[in-house]
């Protein structure tokens, strides 16, 4: 939410020093900023609500890049995992869905173990691990493979269904999405026939 404020002040302020916008109606425009982002919020959360809406969500902060040479998905030891703000910050995610009385939804993961831990931490339904959700930043070879067995299982679900949740990195939903997504921020898509999906919104899960 924050990032969004600043983004709309970039556009604000130019202006206001451009047109000589009055103090005043320039501090009424603040005010009222805030209500208008939470608007928009509010409009995403009742889509996710209304069926056949995909929630997106990048694995919460695990600092570095990619993972160790010869990381092993079975053993968490070798990989980059979740810091500690990484699983506050998972948690958090979770209880925000829950204060916007999003409470059980459909999950899946990608095996890797920072996004298996953000998704059990976030705690709105069962983790099931699904490999096509999985990494290929550092495995380019598996990025065709992964992405059209993630477009067959889109395909299969129903336009009217629970929400479902999808932890899984950021190289995954930008080739859906085409937009880069930080860790611990959302991407809300909705599904239409035939697999077809658009992107409907961005979520920073902030309070």
Not at 38 to 53: F, I, K, P, T
Not at 76 to 82: G, I, K
Not at 182 to 197: I, K, M, V, Y
């Amino acid at each position: 939410m924050k990032n969004m404020l600043f983004r709309h002040l970039a556009i604000i302020l130019p202006w206001y020093a451009l047109i000589g916008l009055p103090v005043g109606l320039l501090a009424l425009l603040l005010i009222l900023m805030p209500n208008t982002l939470q608007a928009s919020d509010q409009a995403l959360v009742e889509r996710m609500q209304s069926g056949g809406a995909v929630l997106m969500i990048r694995h919460a902060e695990a600092p570095g890049t990619g993972d160790p040479p010869g990381f092993k998905l079975d053993d968490c030891s070798t990989q980059r995992n979740l810091s500690a703000d990484g699983r506050l910050q998972a948690a958090a995610i979770g209880d925000w869905l829950r204060a916007h009385d999003v409470r059980r939804a459909r999950v899946y993961s990608s095996q890797w173990c920072r996004c298996l831990d953000t998704a059990r931490l976030i705690d709105v339904g069962k983790v099931m691990p699904l490999p096509a959700l999985n990494n290929f930043y550092t495995r380019p070879q598996d990025r065709e493979a992964n992405l059209a067995a993630l477009y067959a299982f889109l395909a299969e679900q129903p336009t009217d269904g629970e929400l479902l949740v999808l932890v899984t990195h950021q190289v995954t939903i930008s080739a859906l999405t085409g937009e880069y997504t930080p860790s611990g921020h959302g991407a809300l898509l909705g599904l239409g026939q035939g697999g077809r999906f658009t992107l409907i919104g961005k979520l920073d899960f902030e309070p």
